[in-house]
């Protein structure tokens, strides 16, 4: 393993023993967290198998590089990257100051579960770092008690949903999903409510809309509309004594027929059979 002088390093907190995990039915487990600033001649060259746990890194400034099977991933200010266990790499400092957080993670099922986000295998830009979260970890990784390691989860996992992006208002496009989100939200139970009054209330072109839906929502808008008013018309069954018939319209479905047939599908029992179950 090659490393050139040890970097400015603001924080690093890791495992009392970094091979022994804790003694709970955990689906990852924690392994070390930390904030460092790099200098330009920094670099290190990690072998195969000398890394065997997760490492997942979130850039705040400064360009830095990491090379994985020969292709060059450049790390901008933003920008994640992650890299799997035992995975043989090199990085290094391209800026005169590169700073970033990172976290790792190891267990039977890390990498699997690193995997299960379906994050591309590349730098990609996620937004501005959580330091809360980070810090956090860090603070945890200190407690070290049975609800601590539990914690660690659920922000190490707050962490990387982050990374996949957040509700964006900033953008156009972000701008788009939000007002698509607000309409079928507020207006569900309009039965003429569809993709193509959606577009002419926004003054967007159909095709462009369900694209930049899709693209960010990972669902098609007709789908997610569809979805919102199977939930709303799930919550009225269960918690009030509107007849089938008045749920069906007040969640957009003119036929109560076809409303009995799309719970059917959804739950696996007719709106009346769902209703005495819960």
């Known amino acids: 393993m090659l490393k050139a002088p040890e970097p400015n390093n603001f924080s690093c907190i890791h495992r009392p023993e970094p091979n022994v995990m804790p003694d709970l039915p955990l689906p990852f487990c924690l392994r070390s967290a930390g904030h460092y600033l790099r200098l330009k001649k920094y670099y290190e060259r990690i072998p195969a198998g000398a890394k065997p746990f997760v490492q997942f890194f979130w850039g705040i400034s400064g360009d830095g590089e ?15 990257f992650y890299r799997m266990p035992g995975e043989p790499h090199f990085q290094g400092a391209l800026s005169e100051r590169w700073e970033y957080r990172w976290f790792t993670f190891d267990g039977e099922g890390a990498e699997n579960f690193m995997r299960s986000y379906g994050y591309p295998h590349r730098c990609f830009h996620a937004g501005v770092c959580p330091h809360e979260l980070f810090i956090r970890l ?29 509700e964006d208002r900033s953008t156009r496009e972000g701008r788009l999903v939000c007002e698509v989100i607000r309409i079928c939200s507020e207006n569900c139970g309009d039965p003429d ?8 209330q926004l003054k967007v072109n159909r095709s462009t809309l369900r694209r930049i839906f899709q693209e960010k929502m990972k669902i098609a808008p007709s789908q997610y509309l569809s979805r919102m008013r199977i939930q709303r018309a799930l919550s009225l069954l269960q918690e009030t004594i509107l007849p089938v ?10 036929d109560e027929s ?21």
């Open 258 to 278: 076809y409303f009995s047939r799309v719970i059917r599908r959804s739950v696996g029992d007719t709106p009346k059979r769902f209703r005495e179950r819960a």
């Open 66 to 80: 990491f090379i994985v099977d020969g292709e060059s991933q450049i790390l901008h200010p933003g920008d994640v």
């Open 193 to 200: 409510l569809n993709v193509n009054s959606i577009a002419e």
């Open 138 to 166: 860090e603070e945890l990784l200190q407690e070290m008690s049975p609800y601590a390691w539990r914690e660690m989860v659920s922000v190490a996992s707050s962490i990387l949903a982050r990374a996949g992006g957040r």
């Open 245 to 254: 018939s008045e749920v069906a319209k007040e969640c957009g479905f003119t």
